[in-house]
């Protein structure tokens, strides 16, 4: 769904409201028509038509534990961050002005990723050569973490239609907190030569996240009419 549809969608809502009084002039006049996106939206790895918002803190339950085997503490803790905020993303763009998931979805994520955290701060350190082979999960991570960021420059119109701008502005901020501190933990248990791998493989990542809070602190919530 483009920006232009969910422009639509938020004057839609404000249309029913201002028609729907006694005696109001427009009360007669159809609404506006929805224009046609820009651009198709994105295919999700999880289809809005299976999996429901009130689904998503199930998946980030069942995904604990499929720790595979071989798979360092710092491996799985990317892996995991990747599925984590695929899931976010994927609250984002269902949001179509009923439930917004992604408060609460974003307050169990940061949970886990405090536990992975954990698990990380209790490994053994992490050799030059394994730094480098955590490169295709940080490219992951910057990857999935941008199209987060356009899922909310996308849904920004309804996020602030529905009132949603400063729960969104403070889940952000819990996110980046502890998505840097995932990033400080691996670079702390790293060996000093190979420090710099990792901070400069988490650059995009953690800037996408940045992006997203930039956004949502430019929201404003629309006043009741």
Same mark, same amino acid.
């Given at each position: 769904?483009?920006?232009?549809?969910?422009?639509?969608?938020?004057?839609?809502?404000?249309?029913?409201?201002?028609?729907?009084?006694?005696?109001?002039?427009?009360?007669?006049?159809?609404?506006?028509?929805?224009?046609?996106?820009?651009?198709?939206?994105?295919? +999700?790895? %999880?289809?809005? =038509? $299976?999996?429901?918002?009130? &689904? /998503?803190?199930?998946?980030?339950?069942?995904? *604990?534990?499929?720790?595979?085997?071989?798979?360092?503490?710092?491996?799985?803790?990317?892996?995991?961050?990747?599925?984590?905020?695929?899931?976010?993303?994927?609250?984002?763009?269902?949001?179509?002005?009923?439930?917004?998931?992604?408060?609460?979805?974003?307050?169990?994520?940061?949970?886990?990723?405090?536990?992975?955290?954990?698990?990380?701060?209790?490994?053994?350190?992490?050799?030059?050569?394994?730094?480098?082979?955590?490169? +295709?999960? %940080?490219?992951? =991570? $910057?990857?999935?973490?941008? &199209? /987060?960021?356009?899922?909310?420059?996308?849904? *920004?119109?309804?996020?602030?239609?529905?009132?949603?701008?400063?729960?969104?502005?403070?889940?952000?901020?819990?996110?980046?907190?502890?998505?840097?501190?995932?990033?400080?933990?691996?670079?702390?248990?790293?060996?000093?030569?190979?420090?710099?791998?990792?901070?400069?493989?988490?650059?995009?990542?953690?800037?996408?996240?940045?992006?997203?809070?930039?956004?949502?602190?430019?929201?404003?919530?629309?006043?009741?009419?």
């Amino acid at each position: 769904m483009g920006l232009l549809t969910e422009e639509t969608s938020c004057l839609n809502k404000r249309w029913q409201r201002h028609r729907s009084r006694p005696g109001h002039i427009y009360s007669a006049i159809p609404p506006p028509q929805s224009r046609a996106p820009l651009q198709t939206e994105r295919q +999700l790895s %999880f289809s809005a =038509l $299976e999996i429901s918002n009130q &689904s /998503l803190l199930a998946i980030v339950k069942m995904t *604990k534990g499929l720790e595979q085997s071989g798979d360092s503490a710092f491996e799985y803790a990317l892996k995991q961050a990747n599925i984590y905020l695929g899931l976010l993303e994927q609250a984002v763009n269902n949001f179509d002005g009923s439930i917004y998931d992604f408060p609460k979805l974003t307050e169990s994520v940061s949970r886990h990723l405090n536990e992975d955290i954990s698990k990380v701060r209790e490994s053994s350190k992490l050799s030059e050569a394994g730094a480098a082979d955590l490169e +295709l999960l %940080f490219d992951d =991570l $910057e990857t999935t973490s941008e &199209s /987060l960021y356009r899922a909310f420059v996308i849904k *920004k119109p309804t996020i602030q239609c529905t009132s949603n701008s400063n729960v969104t502005l403070d889940s952000l901020r819990t996110l980046l907190v502890f998505s840097e501190g995932l990033v400080s933990a691996i670079v702390y248990k790293t060996d000093l030569d190979a420090k710099y791998l990792v901070e400069d493989y988490a650059k995009q990542y953690l800037k996408n996240i940045r992006s997203a809070l930039v956004v949502a602190g430019g929201m404003k919530d629309e006043a009741p009419r």
